[in-house]
């Protein structure tokens, strides 16, 4: 297994790295530039939205996602299993908090 | 490398007086002081563990002893109440963080992992040395907190008042955690990898010693769950530095959300505790009762459950904070389930014991201490996570003794019953049974005396973390203290009769206890330093007592 982890893995250009990297730092300009807008019950949804894109964004280029075995993408996908379980079950509690008390 | 300048005489005559018997093995192959401080042999760093873990329990355990002298009277006539807050957050930072989640995982997970897989050493022993460091640096930063002045949060850290109200040393205590929680997830990390990539031909899955399975669900619990007290620390760090909004109300955060994070860490933490001794209580009960652990698969299948559990479960903690009274309902049923893990495990070890061939040495009668008290435990969780009873037991000494009796009652003795199990293993020599089967009994005593009146303390109303209470309290005080003094002599006890066996002891031959796991039939005691002669091949399963009852093994 380690052999064919090995052989699919090709060492990216480093103009990719550079794209990332730039498109990272646009994404934060355009994460503070929404922050100052107000979209109302959206601005969360928009936020983590544009967090999200730029974790795949690391995850996928900077750290070799795109070149990784099968195995690797079972603990990734795992990962964001049990980041779903933390954040969907602790938005169980705000969403049904009793707020208006 | 030469790495004997800094030989000393003390070091060589421990070493020499250690492996005597033998030619060559991991603790007299090299006498130098460098050769253990930059040792990468899984064992030695298992050692090194042992060393610095144990002296963090005398300190906690010595705040435990001026927080009982403190409850022995009604009144704060030994400790002011500011000085009362820093020794439980001080007790509870200690034992959690610097002892029990190191304990087995990094003491015996670290000497046994390899032996009991057939391997030479963890996946990555560099890493496995730095997690060391990682572990002993945020030790120091730690105890640099108490030295500046110490802690006064709980060891919770409960926001607003850790953010904004506390004039202690938080930020330094929580460096301190965050250090110590990469060594826990690299540690985690390597085990997982061990156990994945490192398993010796023949060892399937389901040929791993149960002991393996708890350390495996544990390190899965170690490397999803401690990045979010790390992060959540680092938030507490930013809010109390830079005054952001994340906790504190005033400036837009919420403080539930600290406990959510908190906890979501914190409640799988108390499992990094437990699933490592229900491992070993796997082990000496196969061992000692000279049977077929009864229902393997459905053991190991439980530790990964209880693991999974650990993770959905942790709003229980948080029944009377305020939160939507509709999660808390899914919560109470998610923490019911949790039982059902638990339960089979002490059925399967009920059904192992019975009709076994049954030895009461020391490591059993640990085991013995451990089943009730873990019973009573987890059966008192039960209690907790009913959301009617919770209102009433909630932060009173009900919540003390419950989480005691699984930490010490499970956790602790657990651990002890494993050090005690494996200690001919590791360094070749036998303790006396006599002192190990007293200490395992006063340790049982003391400890129930201890913490059972706290049980009836906190459903009569008494709560936590007051250094004064009513007098009606004092008698049920008196018992406690009275039992911590008992206990206090159940725990100093090991730490005289085993370092006296290390250098005095009788020589054990290599399986003593008739075990039938890689680390006692294919390896020396102690073991060599690449632990196997020749890679092992595994043919059948981990425990095949089945026709050997009668074979009763003298030691």
Redesign the interface.
């Given at each position: 297994m380690a052999t064919t982890e090995h052989s699919t893995h090709q060492p990216a250009p480093l103009s990719l790295y550079l794209a990332t990297f730039g498109m990272l730092m646009f994404l934060t300009i355009l994460t503070i530039f929404a922050g100052f807008q107000n979209f109302g019950m959206w601005s969360t949804p928009i936020a983590l939205g544009i967090a999200g894109v730029k974790a795949a964004l690391v995850v996928v280029i900077f750290m070799h996602g795109y070149s990784s075995s099968p195995l690797t993408w079972v603990i990734i996908l795992a990962s964001m299993f049990f980041m779903t379980i933390m954040l969907g079950l602790m938005l169980s509690d705000y969403m049904s908090r009793g707020w208006a008390m | 490398m030469a790495s004997v300048s800094l030989e000393s005489e003390t070091f060589k005559k421990f070493a020499d007086v250690a492996g005597r018997d033998n030619d060559v093995n991991y603790l007299n192959h090299d006498h130098s002081i460098t050769s253990w401080l930059f040792t990468l042999d899984h064992k030695r760093i298992g050692l090194l563990y042992l060393v610095t873990i144990t002296l963090m329990f005398l300190l906690g355990g010595a705040l435990a002893g001026a927080i009982r002298l403190e409850l022995l009277t009604p009144k704060g006539d030994f400790l002011t109440a500011d000085t009362y807050n820093k020794a439980f957050t001080a007790h509870g930072i200690i034992m959690l963080f610097f002892f029990l989640i190191p304990s087995i995982p990094a003491v015996l997970g670290n000497f046994l992992v390899p032996l009991m897989i057939g391997a030479k050493d963890v996946a990555f022993p560099r890493l496995n040395l730095f997690s060391y460091y990682l572990y002993f640096a945020g030790s120091v930063i730690a105890l640099t907190a108490l030295l500046l002045g110490g802690v006064d949060t709980g060891w919770t850290f409960y926001t607003p008042f850790s953010s904004t109200y506390s004039n202690s040393y938080v930020i330094v205590m929580a460096v301190g955690l965050f250090v110590v929680g990469f060594s826990s997830i690299l540690t985690g990390l390597n085990f997982i990898i061990t156990v994945h990539r490192m398993r010796c031909p023949g060892l399937t899955w389901f040929r791993l010693p149960l002991f393996i399975w708890g350390i495996y669900a544990t390190s899965v619990v170690q490397l999803?769950g401690t990045p979010?007290i790390a992060v959540t620390l680092g938030l507490l760090g930013v809010e109390r530095t830079l005054g952001v909004g994340i906790f504190d109300p005033r400036l837009g955060g919420d403080p539930?959300?600290f406990q959510?994070l908190f906890w979501?860490y914190s409640h799988p933490a108390v499992y990094i505790m437990i699933l490592p001794s229900l491992g070993v209580a796997s082990e000496v009960i196969a061992t000692f009762s000279r049977k077929n652990v009864f229902g393997y698969h459905i053991i190991a299948f439980s530790s990964i459950a209880i693991a999974v559990f650990g993770?959905?479960v942790?709003?229980h903690h948080m029944f009377t904070t305020?939160?939507?009274p509709?999660?808390a309902m899914?919560?109470s049923l998610l923490t019911f389930s949790v039982a059902i893990p638990s339960g089979i495990k002490v059925f399967s070890w009920l059904a192992t014991m019975y009709g076994g061939s049954i030895s009461f040495d020391t490591p059993m009668i640990y085991i013995f201490g451990f089943l009730g008290l873990f019973t009573i435990g987890g059966m008192t969780g039960l209690f907790l996570s009913t959301l009617g009873t919770d209102i009433h037991l909630h932060d009173t000494y009900f919540i003390v003794a419950h989480f005691h009796y699984i930490m010490v009652g499970g956790a602790v003795l657990g651990y002890m019953a494993g050090l005690h199990y494996w200690w001919p293993k590791i360094t070749g020599r036998l303790y006396s049974e006599f002192w190990g089967k007293l200490s395992a009994g006063i340790t049982f005593i003391g400890f129930n005396f201890t913490f059972f009146p706290q049980f009836i303390l906190g459903y009569l109303g008494m709560p936590r973390r007051y250094y004064e209470y009513p007098d009606e309290f004092q008698v049920l005080n008196v018992f406690s203290s009275a039992g911590a003094t008992i206990l206090a002599i159940g725990y100093l006890m090991p730490l005289v009769y085993m370092p006296y066996s290390f250098f005095f002891g009788e020589k054990a031959n290599s399986n003593p206890y008739g075990g039938s796991t890689l680390e006692w039939t294919n390896t020396t005691s102690p073991p060599s330093p690449h632990n196997f002669e020749k890679t092992p091949v595994v043919t059948e399963e981990p425990y095949h007592y089945h026709g050997k009852e009668a074979a009763v093994v003298s030691h």
């Open positions: - | 999803l979010v539930i959300l959510h979501f993770f959905i942790w709003a305020g939160m939507s509709y999660a899914v919560f």
